[in-house]
């Protein structure tokens, strides 16, 4: 099934769709598996929301937010995102001790799909409770976007990473550092997605799923669905694809000098969450140029203690540096997916990168390579309650504001 829509799909359509998705389904339990808060955008929150109030009284229900390594949602921040679904009908994964393997990814195929730059095999893991056989029907829900890592997020992502384990998260994000994320961001059919495809094709088709994508756009807090697929085969991605390159890529005439990005608070606590303020811009700023990080809420830097311990350890010093540092030190080997992060952390030299935050000090960003403005000063300069999404002028000088990096990819033309 696909809906689409220039506008927005109203909610009484969406609840239409989704009732006929279920239409002719004997169903007893029916796991849910929608992204978490940090995709405040996606519109998923609300189909979640509405798959729940349609099943909760003829079938059992657990959903499970596909977390990957985030944090474990707290109860206000699953009420702010799926309304009133009681907190205690959520799951939480634990991508280091509730997976199981199904198989491997042969290295000859990551290495053929990487052009060699990647040798390794990688283990396919998965929440146990996908391939338990308790359910009827899982239903994965989430949003297609341009995405650092696998080019275009959602699909079979959010199984194999959103539901994974420590193996295919790592190695996916490391086969992405490594290729390169500017030959990936905003594309179909990347290293990473053919190792998600190979995953999908050989070990997980007996597995009662069904995808619910939506491509998405935002006017403040409020959600336009655009697109909505429903199914399980890949053709209904590959349309999600094409919508969300139409909707989610921004080009550009001409590189940017400054860029100013606003980190929703609900959304951003981390650098890892809310470094899509450089991902998602690189290929738009100019060389030599700045990008300003308005982050409210940002408290830490990495979704866990390990992580964020390497983080501050190592720092965000580039590509080469982080591929020197993996083959020196065995804790950044043993997670890669650090080492990922770092590396898309990182402007490589070639722009200047400033965090204005309230609850790390100057000392802790300027640690991890970054520069370091207090949020209160940032704020009353780049004014957001003043800005408007795009080119602005402050104080004589032309700057770009992005209101929300998580929607989007901007680029110039010869760039991507």
Same mark, same amino acid.
């Given at each position: 099934?696909?809906?689409?829509?220039?506008?927005?799909? /109203?909610?009484?359509?969406?609840?239409?769709?989704?009732?006929?998705?279920?239409?002719?389904?004997?169903?007893?339990?029916?796991?849910? @598996?929608?992204?978490?808060?940090?995709?405040?955008?996606?519109?998923?929150?609300?189909?979640?929301?509405?798959?729940?109030?349609?099943?909760?009284?003829?079938?059992? !229900?657990?959903?499970?937010?596909?977390?990957?390594?985030?944090?474990?949602?707290?109860?206000?921040?699953?009420?702010?995102?799926?309304?009133?679904?009681?907190?205690?009908?959520?799951?939480?994964?634990?991508?280091?001790?509730?997976?199981?393997?199904?198989?491997?990814?042969?290295?000859?195929?990551?290495?053929?799909?990487?052009? $060699?730059?990647?040798?390794?095999?990688?283990?396919?893991?998965?929440?146990?409770?996908?391939?338990?056989?308790?359910?009827?029907?899982?239903?994965?829900? $989430?949003?297609?976007?341009?995405?650092?890592?696998?080019?275009?997020?959602?699909?079979?992502?959010?199984?194999?990473? =959103?539901?994974?384990?420590?193996?295919?998260?790592?190695?996916?994000?490391?086969?992405?550092?490594?290729?390169?994320?500017?030959?990936?961001?905003?594309?179909?059919?990347?290293?990473?997605?053919?190792?998600?495809?190979?995953?999908?094709?050989?070990?997980?088709?007996?597995?009662?799923?069904?995808?619910? @994508?939506?491509?998405?756009?935002?006017? =403040?807090?409020?959600?336009?669905?655009?697109?909505?697929?429903?199914?399980?085969?890949?053709? @209904?991605?590959?349309?999600?694809?094409?919508?969300?390159?139409?909707?989610?890529?921004?080009?550009?005439? &001409?590189?940017? &000098?400054?860029?100013?990005?606003?980190?929703?608070?609900?959304?951003? &606590?981390?650098?890892?969450?809310?470094?899509?303020?450089?991902?998602?811009?690189?290929?738009? !700023?100019?060389?030599? =140029?700045?990008?300003?990080?308005?982050?409210?809420?940002?408290?830490?830097?990495?979704?866990?203690?390990?992580?964020?311990?390497? !983080?501050?350890?190592?720092?965000?010093? =580039?590509?080469?540096?982080?591929?020197?540092?993996?083959?020196?030190?065995?804790?950044?080997?043993?997670?890669?997916?650090?080492?990922?992060?770092?590396?898309?952390?990182?402007?490589?030299?070639?722009?200047? !990168? /400033?965090?204005?935050?309230?609850?790390? /000090?100057?000392?802790?960003?300027?640690?991890?390579?970054?520069?370091?403005?207090?949020?209160?000063?940032?704020?009353?300069?780049?004014?957001?309650?003043?800005?408007?999404?795009?080119?602005?002028?402050?104080?004589?000088?032309?700057?770009?504001?992005?209101?929300?990096?998580?929607?989007?990819?901007?680029?110039?033309?010869?760039?991507?």
């Amino acid at each position: 099934m696909i809906i689409k829509s220039e506008q927005g799909i /109203t909610d009484a359509e969406l609840l239409e769709a989704l009732k006929k998705s279920l239409e002719g389904k004997n169903l007893k339990k029916v796991l849910l @598996l929608p992204p978490d808060h940090t995709r405040l955008y996606s519109g998923a929150g609300k189909i979640c929301s509405m798959y729940y109030n349609l099943l909760k009284d003829t079938c059992e !229900i657990d959903i499970m937010p596909a977390l990957g390594t985030h944090e474990i949602m707290s109860e206000a921040e699953c009420k702010m995102f799926f309304g009133d679904i009681p907190y205690e009908k959520f799951i939480a994964h634990n991508w280091k001790t509730d997976v199981v393997k199904l198989g491997e990814v042969p290295a000859e195929f990551v290495s053929e799909v990487s052009e $060699g730059l990647v040798n390794n095999k990688i283990d396919v893991e998965v929440n146990k409770r996908l391939v338990s056989g308790e359910y009827d029907l899982i239903i994965s829900m $989430g949003q297609v976007v341009p995405h650092e890592v696998v080019g275009m997020a959602n699909y079979s992502k959010n199984i194999f990473v =959103g539901c994974g384990g420590s193996s295919m998260i790592n190695s996916s994000h490391m086969l992405g550092a490594f290729y390169g994320m500017e030959r990936i961001m905003g594309k179909d059919f990347s290293p990473v997605r053919k190792v998600f495809d190979y995953a999908e094709e050989n070990f997980i088709q007996n597995i009662p799923l069904m995808y619910v @994508l939506t491509v998405t756009t935002n006017t =403040g807090d409020d959600v336009h669905i655009h697109g909505l697929f429903v199914g399980r085969d890949r053709k @209904l991605f590959e349309e999600a694809v094409s919508l969300s390159q139409e909707k989610n890529l921004n080009y550009l005439d &001409k590189p940017l &000098k400054k860029v100013v990005v606003y980190l929703d608070g609900r959304e951003f &606590k981390s650098t890892w969450l809310g470094n899509k303020s450089v991902y998602r811009t690189r290929m738009a !700023i100019a060389d030599g =140029g700045e990008l300003i990080v308005l982050a409210p809420e940002v408290a830490k830097f990495g979704e866990d203690a390990e992580n964020d311990r390497l !983080i501050r350890k190592y720092g965000y010093v =580039g590509r080469e540096k982080v591929l020197e540092l993996v083959k020196e030190n065995e804790d950044l080997a043993n997670n890669l997916s650090t080492a990922a992060h770092l590396i898309h952390g990182s402007s490589d030299g070639r722009f200047n !990168i /400033t965090y204005c935050t309230r609850k790390v /000090t100057k000392e802790e960003v300027e640690g991890v390579n970054f520069k370091y403005i207090p949020y209160d000063e940032a704020a009353k300069k780049y004014d957001i309650t003043k800005l408007k999404d795009g080119y602005n002028t402050v104080d004589g000088e032309e700057i770009f504001y992005i209101s929300n990096p998580a929607l989007g990819l901007w680029a110039t033309k010869d760039r991507i």
